[in-house]
T-cell receptor, first 114, second 114 residues
Framework: DTGVSQDPRHKITKRGQNVTFRCDPI?????LYWYRQTLGQGPEFLTY????????KSRLLSDRFSAERPKGSFSTLEIQRTEQGDSAMYLC????????????FGPGTRLTVL | AQTVTQSQPEMSVQEAETVTLSCTYD???????LFWYKQPPSRQMILVIR??????QNATENRFSVNFQKAAKSFSLKISDSQLGDTAMYFC???????????FGKGITLSVRP
């Protein structure tokens, strides 16, 4: 399978704990995106990378959120001191460099904060 | 503001019939890209169809076609010969700037009745 993969698929945590999610993009894709999707809503952009450089961060991405893409391959999204409002599906997507190119989405990581 | 609006929360269509899903957007950009994505229940998001704003011809992909009205900022999706497998949430999305991030509408739940 050469699609976008995300790990874990589900994460249940207690409020105040830290969590980290991983995304492995399609191998030749140099752009990687993180989105957050709450129930019944469309995905909202969080941040994106071109290779290892983080080029934009949404205002949704508070100081408790940090994302990295070391060596321009896989990416991690960490949420510190989780809150119940962080409960959502976190989607990763990758694409080739051109803006009009299709973004291929992973299956997502569903986070539940108790 | 750069927004994508889907005002219909849900629709239902009989198998083999045609259905049209509506979408409007707002942008001050002259060059942008529009997409329809499909998200089946508990499955990952996949691209259905794409339209470049500079192209006057409406995009088609097999049973899926769009009606792109640039002046009205309207981008509707027509599904012909609806199939049970078309049951899903459909999101209208757009790349409205140069950073390639997708802005999504709230989505519409489409149910195809046998």
């Amino acid at each position: 399978d050469t699609g976008v993969s995300q790990d874990p698929r589900h994460k249940i945590t207690k409020r105040g704990q830290n969590v980290t999610f991983r995304c492995d993009p399609i191998s030749e894709h140099n752009r990687l995106y993180w989105y957050r999707q709450t129930l019944g809503q469309g995905p909202e952009f969080l941040t994106y990378f071109q290779n290892e450089a983080q080029l934009e961060k949404s205002r949704l991405l508070s100081d408790r959120f940090s994302a990295e893409r070391p060596k321009g391959s896989f990416s991690t999204l960490e949420i510190q001191r989780t809150e119940q409002g962080d409960s959502a599906m976190y989607l990763c997507a990758s694409s080739l460099r051109q803006v009009y190119n299709e973004q291929f989405f992973g299956p997502g990581t569903r986070l539940t904060v108790l | 503001a750069q927004t994508v609006t889907q005002s219909q929360p849900e629709m239902s269509v009989q198998e083999a019939e045609t259905v049209t899903l509506s979408c409007t957007y707002d942008t001050s950009e002259s060059n942008y890209y529009l997409f329809w994505y499909k998200q089946p229940p508990s499955r990952q998001m996949i691209l259905v169809i794409r339209q470049e704003a500079y192209k006057q011809q409406n995009a088609t992909e097999n049973r899926f076609s769009v009606n792109f009205q640039k002046a009205a900022k309207s981008f509707s999706l027509k599904i012909s010969d609806s199939q049970l497998g078309d049951t899903a949430m459909y999101f209208c999305a757009a790349v409205l700037g140069t950073n390639s991030k997708l802005t999504f509408g709230k989505g519409i739940t489409l149910s195809v009745r046998p």
